[in-house]
Nanobody
Framework: QVQLVESGGGLVQPGGSLRLSCAAS????????MGWYRQAPGKRRQLVAT???????NYADFVKGRFTISRDNAKNTVFLQMNSLESEDTAVYYC??????????????WGQGTQVTVSS
């Protein structure tokens, strides 16, 4: 059963923009943090941005000033607005959610990823 579904990836030229969306199933309750990770060919998966239930954000240095993470708690959805895209941003982007009834032992959910390719 797919619990997180990403969308919005695609091919864009350098300097362009994309907006990624990730919707969590209603079956996932008590979501605390949501975030975006990415993995490029030959590279390790790395954190892009996270956002808490209350809206506190955290960004990797390489996307600060270019990407913006946001969420709609009522819809269990997280977004990633990506501006000024560079070829180095090319990767598969994965959505993540941490949820559960016990905050000290949350379950992690992952989407299947959406491809972002930045090329001229």
């Amino acid at each position: 059963q797919v619990q997180l579904v990403e969308s919005g990836g695609g091919l864009v030229q350098p300097g362009g923009s994309l907006r990624l969306s990730c919707a969590a199933s209603a079956g996932i309750f008590n979501i605390y943090n949501m975030g975006w990770y990415r993995q490029a060919p030959g590279k390790r998966r790395q954190l892009v941005a996270t956002i808490t239930r209350g809206g506190t954000t955290n960004y990797a240095d390489f996307v600060k000033g270019r990407f913006t993470i946001s969420r709609d708690n009522a819809k269990n959805t997280v977004f990633l607005q990506m501006n000024s895209l560079e070829s180095e941003d090319t990767a598969v982007y994965y959505c993540n959610a941490a949820a559960g009834t016990v905050i000290t032992s949350l379950s992690l959910y992952w989407g299947q990823g959406t491809q972002v390719t930045v090329s001229s």
